[in-house]
T-cell receptor
Framework: GIQVEQSPPDLILQEGANSTLRCNFS?????LQWFHQNPWGQLINLFY???GTKQNGRLSATTVATERYSLLYISSSQTTDSGVYFC????????????????FGKGTHLIIQP | DAEITQSPRHKITETGRQVTLACHQT?????MFWYRQDLGHGLRLIHY???????NKGEVSDGYSVSRSNTEDLPLTLESAASSQTSVYFC????????????FGPGTRLTVL
């Protein structure tokens, strides 16, 4: 099946700093999502971005499907940005006999210190 | 507002007991999914359903079953709970085909003693 790798696994920053999280995937995809899992365990949809660039406030994301990677940018970090950021994909080559659903990376654990 | 809910949010049970976790969505999505989350593994797919009376196995389906009697609900049953099934369980739904966005419930933390 498709492989998803996220980097870095851990990131500690001061409040106000900017960061870039990376997601590499091993095959063509027709869905890519970024999630934020907050300290209470809830998964929050950040972006649905199989290709192109999107922005939502201080967060933006870019997926370059032809090169099989996506980037999540967080600017002017706040302590509430802390948590784990997951990238998840659904691959084009899903076919009969293969399982549906998203394939998740192992996440980037982000800590924003005041 | 449409939403997806899970119950209970926390449960402690004993080895060998049958446990059912509920998932309810009000988006009228045909596709529903169950995932488990364990430290170091991200989320992994347990079962999924494309509609009423349809169920399919995912990556880690052993020891779990689901049933789909209506569009809104996909309960997950652990037939005989094992300590290895201690995990956080997430339900999700999606409109239409695989390329569409998935939406997740708040999760159920299950502890099997």
């Amino acid at each position: 099946g498709i492989q998803v790798e996220q980097s870095p696994p851990d990131l500690i920053l001061q409040e106000g700093a900017n960061s870039t999280l990376r997601c590499n995937f091993s095959d063509s995809v027709n869905n890519l999502q970024w999630f934020h899992q907050n300290p209470w365990g809830q998964l929050i949809n950040l972006f649905y971005i199989p290709s192109g660039t999107k922005q939502n406030g201080r967060l933006s994301a870019t997926t370059v499907a032809t090169e099989r990677y996506s980037l999540l940018y967080i600017s002017s970090s706040q302590t509430t940005d802390s948590g784990v950021y997951f990238c998840a994909v659904f691959g084009y080559k899903h076919s009969g006999g293969g399982a549906d659903g998203l394939t998740f990376g192992k996440g980037t654990h982000l800590i924003i210190q005041p | 507002d449409a939403e997806i809910t899970q119950s209970p949010r926390h449960k402690i049970t004993e080895t060998g007991r049958q446990v059912t976790l509920a998932c309810h969505q009000t988006w009228n999505h045909n596709n529903m999914f169950w995932y488990r989350q364990d430290l170091g593994h991200g989320l992994r797919l347990i079962h999924y359903s494309y509609g009423v009376q349809d169920t399919n196995k995912g990556e880690v389906s052993d020891g779990y079953s689901v049933s789909r009697s209506n569009t809104e609900d996909l309960p997950l049953t652990l037939e005989s709970a094992a300590s290895s099934q201690t995990s956080v369980y997430f339900c999700a739904s999606r409109p239409g085909l695989g390329g569409n966005e998935q939406f997740f419930g708040p999760g159920t933390r299950l502890t099997v003693l």
